[in-house]
């Protein structure tokens, strides 16, 4: 086992080239006292005090429900926070709330940042809360670099300056868990994305097969994205497995076939608690052998049963993580998976792709997501709003002309492009469209976090996590293969929606450059 050195940073460990072990602490509700917080102040520095454990990592109110800030808990372990990461979503701030938050966090010395888009709110004071993600994870990566590299803010006179640069250490995270290609594959697609607007680190949110694992490895591979990735660990209890195969906390993902196993052992005298240790030991051990950069335990258990869990996973044998991988295969029913099966190993080859979802690009499937609608709405757009293209140049000239004076023919367009978005997309007008980057499926309508950068981990089975309608993404992914564009689906600058453009008209600001695109070129 290596043991952290006395000043070892968290960013050391992961570009050292040694495999380290972390923990995770999650915060209370309530009163910072004895009771309830006391014992997370309690757990978090007798990890940090602990040699086998190399950092901390603080959630920022997992599930959707209010809790105590990770940087309330930074602040008692402030001797700390080299060796501290702290979680940070876009659920219950804006934009600028989370950048005073970074500000605060870079300010306090924790530069190890876990960005996060986040779950949506499960609960609230007086009823459900009403959630924000105002930006995403990739937008909010996008933030937190443009801080690294000198945040250029207008100043007092009118004149642009520049802030102090800021040093955080950005992570991300990618849920590989799902069972459908039209949901998997779009969660790759956006781990490259974030790892192209800044992201430094990975840590794949939590299931319980080691193949799957292994293919966001793989996956980078196949990019050439050479980024830390950590295992993810969660010691299992009856109750938790049962959470995790209900599908009410998003991201996690227990197989029916893994819930059988653990009702059995639960069963047992100790109530399934030597064979979770022993699981999850396994898990870890896999995950070093693999070459993953470090493993992260999380979990309902004290210090001292983690320690006892990293313990076992340091006893196995050199090679013992090998026989470990098929005792670590719960995938779900038909579960889609990138690469091809190597029945030697259990893992996936890295030499062969799928040959069905190869065979599936050549020879798209039919999808009735490629409905009138969607073909009008391409066919409108290469005629219309295709940048230097057919029509854009006359019309272009006519929003110009009636832009500042509307007029009869500027109030007319105006009236038939919010009602035609209305009855076509259930279009909110907010603005600043980015119907062609989301295939014409409005992010405001159909999705529950108004997601414009890729899709979130909630989904499941294809489902949005709320589990009222099918998962935005997973339908754009459909659309776009069946025109042979699914693997450029988020090869695209990062969207930020302009809150100033709300209730004005998309194709004014479109043309006369005021959305998110401001003339980069082509939105195709």
Known sequence: MTVPEKDITYREMLTGGRFYYGAEVVT????????SAGDVVAHAQAFLNDPRFGWVSVTDNPGGGPMLPPDWLAGLVADHHSRLVLHLTCKDLNRNGLEAAAWRYASEGCNNI?????DYPTTGFGGTADPVFDLDSISLIALLVAMNEGLEVPGRRGKMETLPKADFYIGCVVSPFKRHERELLPQYFKLARKIAAGAQWVIPQLGYDMRKFHEVKLYLDLQGLDVPIIGNVYLLT???????????????????ELLEVVNKYAAGEDKGRGFFREFAAKQLAVFKGLGFTAGYLGGMAKPETFGKIVDMAESFGQNDWRDFIKEIQFAQPDEFFLFEH?????????GRINPEYLDSLKKPPRSKEVNFNYRLSRLVHSLAFTRDKRFWGLLKWFFARWDKKPGILGRLARFKEKHMKLLMYGCKDCGDCCLPECAYLCPNTACSKSARNGPCGGSSDGRCELDDKECLWARAYQRLKCYGESEQMLDRPVIIYNAELKDTS???????DRDHNLGIGDRE
């Open 28 to 35: 209370s509700r309530g009163i910072a006292e004895p009771v």
């Open 114 to 118: 876990l960005a996060i888009t986040g």
């Open 238 to 256: 009856k109750g938790v497995a049962k959470l995790f195969n209900s599908g009410k906390l998003a991201g996690c993902v227990v197989s029916d």
């Open 342 to 350: 190597d029945p030697a190993t259990g893992l996936s080859d890295p």
């Open 506 to 512: 998309s194709w004014a600001n479109l043309y006369l």
